[in-house]
Each structure stands twice: as structure tokens, then as C-alpha cells.
């Protein structure tokens, strides 16, 4: 912002007329809002309205106005537990569960629908467990992420529910901007790509990472198991973004997680007390 290349519009997704008007003279669009999963569950309405409502303007506009392409933030959550790993993006939507995932389902189809009636290209961009700089510190592994950052930097040991054998395939901030680049920049004009490492690892082997990440001698703690996610694995198969998009994530999770840390620690006040509005 502080270039001046960039404008920032303040408003609402479901503002119809804001949507046009924002998306009136562009070549390409970046839609990336939504609301967080834990949101959806709480207001289904407000999941409608803004996920599948929002992105049906967006994609209205751009056919609309003459935009050449549309990048979309998709999900791996449209896999739901998934039965195949590593996970390619022909696997079935069937396991799904959750509005959020549904939501993002639909808004591929909707992608689909209107390429194939307007001639608007799209990329959609599933991705994983994205973690970094700037993450979203509300959602439901990355807010494990902050407590455990909380308990370290006070001298308290992060706290695992369970045996802490549950997976994710995670994937650094930096890297999912760059995915969004490669594939406004791709000559693909249809397509869906999962963003990922194409690593597994485990909520026992994050928290020891994120212990070296904080130069802590300190050892997990156990807690009893809490109530089965449904999805206690994640493992993305890469090949077809890094064919076709010429994308690999490229950060490493320790240098990842010491760059989460140091983003983290001028910001944990406000970081805090921005979590206990969100839970009001």
C-alpha cells in the first residue's frame, strides 16, 4: 500500500454493486475471501451469503467486465477425509462433511458452469495447511499453532491432545502467494491444483519443531484425547501444479516455523487479544 501502486477498497463481498465496480477495467482476479470453517459451522446463513453468494458475483463481474482470468481460493477441505494418499486433485468430494468444504465444492462447479457458458478462465487453488507470516491465527490449526507459541514463550510446554499422530501437509504463506502468481501467469485457462508441501507431518512432530523453532529444551505434554476430527490426515500429491504451473513450495517447515515465530513475537499482545474478540 504505502507504494502507491495499490488501491484498497473496504467492502462486503455480498455488496453486489461494490463487486462490479471493483472489478470493472481488470485483466485478472484474485478472490480469495471467505470466512474460516469454525464460522460456517456457527452461521450457516452467513456461510451461504458470503461463500457461495459471494463468489457467484465474482465470477458474475468478471464475465460481466471482460477479465481474462479468475484465480479462486479453493480448499483441501473439499476432499474431507480423504482415501487415497497422497491426495490428487480427481479424488472424490464424497467424504466431505462441513459447509465449508461444501461451499468450496460448489464454487469449483460454479467456476466449471461458468467457463463452459461464458468463456471465463479460472484456476482454482486447493489449499492445504497454510501456516506463516500473516496467517489466519483464528482457524483451527493454527490457533493450536498460537497457544503453543503462548505456552512456550512462557516457559510451559506445548500441550497435545491425544497421541498426537494426526497429519497435515503444510505449506508456508510466501508460497501460496507465489502459486496464486504462477497461476495468473500459466496458460492454463481451466484447471484445479492442490497447494501443498507434499510433506506429512504430524501434531507430535510439529510441536517438537516448533520447540527447536523457539530454541526450547522443554519436552511435549500429553493431554487426554478430545473429540476425533474427522480428518486426521492430510497428504497432498504435487505433480500436477508443479506440471502444469511450474509451482513447488519451497520453504522448509523449521525455517518456516522460526520466520512464524519471529513474525509472532512483537505481535502476541495484539494477536491475543484480537482471538478473544473473535470468541466473544
Not at 135 to 162: C, F, K, N, Q, S
Request: charged share 25%.
Amino acid at each position: 500500500l504505502a507504494t502507491g501502486r495499490v488501491r484498497l477498497i473496504e467492502g462486503d463481498l455480498r455488496d453486489r454493486d461494490t463487486v462490479h465496480d471493483a472489478t470493472v477495467g481488470k485483466d485478472l482476479v484474485f478472490h480469495e475471501a471467505a470466512i474460516r470453517i469454525t464460522q460456517c459451522a456457527e452461521e450457516p446463513r452467513l456461510a451461504l451469503e458470503v461463500l457461495v453468494d459471494g463468489t457467484f458475483t465474482v465470477l458474475e463481474a468478471a464475465s460481466q467486465h471482460g477479465v481474462d482470468k479468475v484465480i479462486l481460493a479453493s480448499s483441501a477441505s473439499v476432499y474431507g477425509a480423504a482415501e487415497q494418499y497422497p491426495t490428487h486433485e480427481r479424488h472424490h468430494h464424497h467424504n466431505n462433511d462441513t459447509l465449508y468444504g461444501a461451499a468450496k465444492s460448489f464454487n469449483e462447479g460454479m467456476a466449471r458452469s461458468f467457463r463452459a457458458m461464458y468463456g471465463l478462465d479460472y484456476v482454482a487453488l486447493r489449499y492445504f495447511n497454510v501456516y506463516g507470516p500473516r496467517m489466519d491465527v483464528h482457524g483451527l490449526y493454527t490457533e493450536v499453532l498460537v497457544r503453543w507459541m503462548e505456552r512456550i514463550a512462557d516457559g510451559r510446554p506445548p500441550l497435545v491432545y491425544g497421541n498426537g499422530e494426526q497429519t497435515m501437509d503444510f505449506v508456508y504463506t510466501s508460497d501460496v502467494a507465489r502459486a496464486n502468481i504462477y497461476a495468473a501467469e500459466s496458460a492454463v485457462r481451466e484447471g484445479v491444483y492442490n497447494v501443498a508441501s507434499g510433506a506429512e507431518t504430524s501434531l507430535l512432530a510439529l510441536a517438537v519443531a516448533l520447540l527447536t523453532a523457539m530454541d526450547s529444551n522443554l519436552a511435549v505434554e500429553f493431554g487426554p484425547e478430545r473429540k476425533v476430527n474427522a480428518v486426521t490426515r492430510r497428504l497432498a500429491d504435487t505433480a500436477a501444479a508443479a506440471r502444469d504451473l511450474g509451482f513447488r513450495a519451497e520453504m522448509p517447515l523449521d525455517e518456516g516455523l522460526r520466520r512464524l515465530v519471529a513474525w509472532w513475537r512483537p505481535l502476541r499482545e495484539e494477536i491475543a487479544a484480537a482471538r478473544v474478540v473473535a470468541a466473544s
